[in-house]
């Protein structure tokens, strides 16, 4: 299984990014996806998840800013964001738990990220 991340780069303060995932392989099932950060110097953070049933949730900095979206058919998931601050300055990675094909547990699988730059 492998996922690929679109829709990083260099924004202004108060703009707007979206950052798309795709995932590709032979996936049983899958119970989530979504979106890490990871800022200079800091731990890598969850922004936002969504099941498969399309129940999304975010950390409490990103509310009302960032919108997450899925496509179970498409095994896809976007990160739409905006209003954006120099503080979501960060490499924003996707992820997926499922189940692969063969396999009987779930297991984590990562995207390579994509840098967010937000300038002021």
């Known amino acids: 299984v492998q996922l690929q991340a679109f829709g990083g780069g260099l924004v202004q303060a108060g703009g707007s990014l979206r950052l798309s995932c795709a995932a590709s392989?032979?996936?049983?099932?899958?119970?989530?996806m979504g979106w890490y950060r990871q800022a200079p110097g800091k731990q890598r953070g969850l922004v936002a998840t969504?099941?498969?049933?399309?129940?999304?949730s975010y950390v409490d900095f990103v509310k009302g800013r960032f919108t997450i979206s899925g496509d179970n058919a498409k095994n896809t998931v976007s990160l739409q964001m905006n209003s954006l601050k120099p503080e979501d300055t960060a490499v924003y990675s996707c992820?997926?738990?499922?189940?692969?094909?063969?396999?009987?547990?779930?297991?984590?699988?990562w995207g390579q990220g994509t840098q967010v730059t937000v300038s002021s």
């Open positions: 992820y997926l738990r499922g189940v692969p094909v063969g396999g009987y547990v779930f297991r984590d699988y």
């Open positions: 969504m099941t498969s049933a399309g129940t999304a």
């Open positions: 392989g032979s996936i049983l099932s899958i119970s989530n």
